[in-house]
């Protein structure tokens, strides 16, 4: 059987791929299985196939295999060429049961041929593994490369998928789920310690990479992992497998109690009950490749699985939905005084609010709120919203200090700052906020002095702090002083610091928003340190760095048209991209009022590497990846753009149906790779912010909301108005 350059062969029961002549990968006794006993022990083995026939349009391999207590289970794995991929379609039954075996899983896998070192690979796991996870935290993947498996739930990614490439060749082993029709787990049982658990209706499998030794792995439920002999077993070296059904493991984890084991482990396994006549019926697809560096193999292996298992469009009028959001949010906007804002948190779903505690950007995001609402009750004639929109504004314009530095944390019930450091991702959202507010006003023959100086004020207090590589970091206090070490929300204030230079033509500000963007360029770009982005989390592997290294990347091209920072724009957008779930799987939902009870959860995303579920920020990128698609041309850009533009907003109560207190409200996300929902059932700022944003630049820039309506537009009007920053200063 032949794929493009690559050669499969069956012989002996087994299988090899070779390449020109050298062979790539190989297994030769793919008759695998893992026996969960009367002991709870997990002992595995594996058989060549017994008989291989080849058909009109596949080969038909079937083998058999009996454990050390006499079940049977017969395979039959058909493999055949479809659309360029290898899709292997796998059928087991269970012939006979002894009722010493409580249950089973088996496992497609390949060895790798080129080395047995996994530290030889890098590695691709959608929101899960990038390259080394050098910069994830400390319960991620692949922090110890020490372990025999490497395995996570397809549910945790945003598709289901693994690849790996070797470091050398760039050769690159990818398998992914051939289609996304996972159903739902029994829901009377709850899978939490270190055990293996028999579930007849779990139909979710684990994509990984393993180095297994011929022993028995069994753990306590803290975390301590006993090694026994394993008995005939037999392994090759480092494997990709595709294991049904799933395993989380191993991966390290917080040790329980004041008297722990050292680094412990979390290994929970999923088997299917052996019982005579219970089926197994899954199937993936294989691709191989040779890519010159991770990047372009992370994008080319997400790409091909995309199209295949993308969920269908959600049919949101996201003209309709932007009004009632805004609606929302001039009703929740309140008075302090002097002082306005939103809740920072209100329950749902009737909205009961639990703090006013404000932020100027990130989650509570007060100035973009108060710029929205600015802009929509201008532009609807509705002077309650533009009254609570210029309350928000000034209310941060008044509370900078005397030096120009700027509150980014105010509590407006007590009127008092919080004690919180200036983050600079705070700054650079609320601070782009009030300038797109001054200009907006300005356009309008409304000056407001007071905010350029306020915005003038907190430029000059940030750039005497920018380091001589042209980084800032991440925290500062109110003194200048840094707080932290790490610099990786340098891109944080690219834009801001672009955009004020347009509207006042000061030079040093275009020099420090280019030295940053050089910094960002070397380091998350070329260097792949996409960390740190959000302000509540350690300094570890996210998207949302990556979003901002992207916002950064396009203004940085929008200004200077160098081609550098536009490819360094796309391999941000690449990543960013592969934290979003975009096939969908069902989830038990315990609140009937959340949306998801009757909407898909495709849309969502990972936050940060490891992450075991999704919240709704990618809605705040579409606009972002439309723009890029009239910039490249690359299609994929354009139709991610309309999938997040449409899906994210399955989490928002549309039409007053879900039952929400208001129309348009969304809850901010919570766990559901375990297939059901663990969140916080609760509105924060920022959750409306990302939905509405997008929406008033799509309208601002192409006169449309919806990105089908954009494209009726002929291609040189949309080229043009693309320029955003071609009538941008007043």
């Keep these: ?319 309709m939905l932007f009004h009632n959001m805004m609606r929302f949010l001039k009703a929740v906007t309140k008075r302090f005084g002097d002082d306005w804002g939103t809740p920072f948190v209100a329950q749902l779903p009737d909205f009961d609010p639990n703090s006013f505690s404000a932020e100027i950007g990130f989650v509570g995001q007060q100035a973009g709120i108060g710029y929205q609402l600015l802009r929509w009750g201008t532009m609807e004639n509705d002077p309650e919203a533009v009254e609570k929109g210029l309350g928000i504004l000034n209310t941060w314009v008044s509370h900078a200090t005397g030096e120009g530095c700027p509150v980014n944390w105010y509590h407006l019930s007590v009127h008092d700052v919080d004690p919180q450091p200036l983050w600079v991702r705070q700054l650079g959202d609320g601070l782009e906020a009030i300038l797109d507010a001054y200009l907006f006003e300005k356009k309008r023959g409304n000056d407001h002095p007071d905010w350029l100086r306020y915005l003038e004020r907190a430029a000059d207090w940030l750039l005497p702090l920018q380091d001589t590589d042209g980084s800032f970091v991440r925290a500062y206090s109110y003194d200048g002083k840094p707080c932290l070490d790490s610099k990786a929300s340098t891109p944080s204030i690219v834009r801001y610091f672009i955009q004020l230079y347009l509207a006042t033509e000061r030079k040093e500000l275009l020099s420090a928003a280019l030295r940053a963007g050089e910094w960002t360029y070397e380091n998350q770009y070329l260097g792949f340190e996409y960390r740190g982005g959000t302000c509540d989390q350690n300094d570890v592997m996210d998207k949302e760095s990556g979003i901002y290294a992207m916002f950064a990347f396009m203004a940085l091209y929008d200004v200077t048209k160098e081609k550098k920072w536009l490819d360094a724009a796309c391999g941000a957008a690449d990543y960013v991209e592969t934290f979003t779930f975009v096939w969908n799987f069902p989830v038990d939902m315990p609140y009937p009022n959340h949306p998801f009870a009757r909407y898909h959860i495709s849309g969502t995303s990972n936050v940060t590497v490891g992450f075991g579920g999704g919240d709704v920020y990618m809605a705040a990128c579409s606009y972002a990846y439309y723009r890029l698609y009239l910039l490249t041309g690359d299609d994929q850009d354009r139709d991610f753009a309309q999938f997040i533009h449409k899906n994210v907003e399955q989490a928002n109560d549309i039409d007053g149906s879900s039952g929400y207190r208001y129309i348009g409200l969304v809850n901010e996300g919570g766990s559901i790779s375990e297939q059901q929902y663990r969140g916080r059932f609760h509105w924060l700022p920022w959750c409306t912010f990302v939905e509405v944003d997008p929406l008033s630049r799509m309208y601002d820039t192409f006169g449309v909301y919806e990105i089908e309506d954009a494209e009726k537009l002929p291609l040189e009007e949309r080229l043009m108005r693309n320029e955003i920053y071609r009538n941008y200063r007043v």
């Design 1 to 319: 059987m032949k794929l493009k350059d690559y050669i499969l062969t069956f012989k002996d029961g087994g299988i090899t791929v070779e390449k020109e002549g050298r062979l790539l990968y190989f297994n030769r006794r793919p008759v695998f299985v893992t026996v969960k006993n009367e002991a709870a022990m997990l002992p595995f083995g594996d058989r060549p196939y017994e008989s291989v026939r080849e058909l009109l349009d596949a080969v038909l391999c079937e083998g058999r295999y009996e454990t050390q207590n006499g079940s049977v289970l017969a395979f039959s794995d058909r493999y055949s060429e479809e659309n360029g991929l290898l899709k292997i379609a796998r059928a087991v039954t269970v012939e006979k049961a002894d009722p010493r075996d409580l249950g089973f899983s088996t496992k497609i896998f390949l060895y790798e041929a080129l080395s047995s070192e996994l530290t030889d690979y890098e590695y691709f796991s959608p929101g899960q593994w990038y390259i080394d996870n050098r910069y994830a935290g400390p319960q991620s993947l692949g922090k110890r490369m020490d372990l025999q498996y490497y395995y996570r739930k397809e549910t945790y990614s945003g598709l289901p998928m693994f690849a790996m490439r070797h470091k050398a060749s760039g050769e690159t082993l990818s398998f992914s789920r051939w289609a996304a029709d996972a159903a739902l787990p029994s829901l009377d049982r709850t899978a939490t310690e270190n055990y293996a658990y028999v579930d007849p209706k779990i139909t979710v499998g684990s994509f990984g990479v393993s180095k297994a030794r011929p022993e028995i792995v069994t753990y306590t439920y803290y975390g301590h992992a006993f090694s026994t002999p394993n008995p005939g077993a037999q392994c090759d070296g480092v494997a990709l497998d595709y294991v049904y059904p799933g395993v989380n493991g191993q991966m390290p984890v917080v040790g329980r109690g004041p008297f722990n084991v050292q680094e412990p482990l979390t290994n929970i396994t999923w088997v299917h009950p052996m019982r005579e006549g219970f089926r197994q019926h899954y199937a993936v697809a294989v691709t191989f490749g040779q890519y010159g560096d991770f990047g372009s193999m992370m994008k080319a292996t997400w790409r091909e699985v995309y199209p295949r298992l993308k969920d269908r469009l959600f049919p949101v009028d996201n003209e």
